[in-house]
């Protein structure tokens, strides 16, 4: 499988065979593997795609593209929109990010912690409360969710249903 070194183009010479499995490439993740990710397409607030690849951001859950929330008087707003947006101003308009590979999910998707300077996409996501810290996963962005929650930014402005029950429910 060959593009996952693609995607780390200068890091890695050799492609794998294409016997290679999701499992070996789950091993791999293991080491360091990190460089420039060139994203072509902002698919919703924590999914990313650069060419075929697909990647997800490591360690948060944004609302889904189609959900809704309430604000504090009861409207409701396009979270995921919103969210979806919010990566878009984050990643700007150079679309090249420093990514670490953390692992590989069932999916086939990359899961990636991915900056642009010394910005943490995650960190800004759910720090601007456009996602939930995935708990689940990783406890890196709890300390900014509680800000967010605590600054009623973003969905903690109003009424939600964090993004993996309304997937469940959707």
């Known amino acids: 499988m060959c593009f996952v070194y693609r995607a780390f183009f200068g890091l890695f010479a050799v492609c794998l065979a294409a016997a290679t499995s999701i499992p070996d490439i789950a091993r791999a993740a293991s080491y360091d593997l990190s460089g420039r990710v060139q994203i072509t397409k902002v698919s919703d607030g924590d999914s990313l ?3 075929t690849l697909r990647i997800r951001l490591f360690g948060i859950d944004a609302p889904e593209l189609n959900q809704e929330c309430k604000d504090q008087n009861g409207g ?5 929109i919103a969210a979806q947006r919010q990566l878009v101003a984050l990643i ?7 990514c670490s590979l953390r692992d590989v999910d069932r999916y086939g998707r990359l899961i990636m912690q991915c900056f642009t300077g010394s910005t943490d996409i995650g960190a800004a996501m759910v720090q601007s409360g456009h996602a939930l810290a995935y708990r689940h996963f990783s406890d890196l962005y709890i300390a900014y969710e509680d800000q967010a929650k605590t600054a009623q930014k ?14 469940r429910n959707n």
Do not use: A, D, M, N
Not at 76 to 80: E, K, P, R, T, V
Not at 154 to 167: D, S
């Open 92 to 98: 700007g308009t150079e679309k090249e990010l420093q």
């Open 154 to 167: 973003g969905i903690w402005r109003g009424i939600f249903v964090p993004p993996w029950e309304w997937r």
């Open 76 to 80: 409701i707003w396009g979270c995921g």
């Open 49 to 51: 795609r650069s060419g």
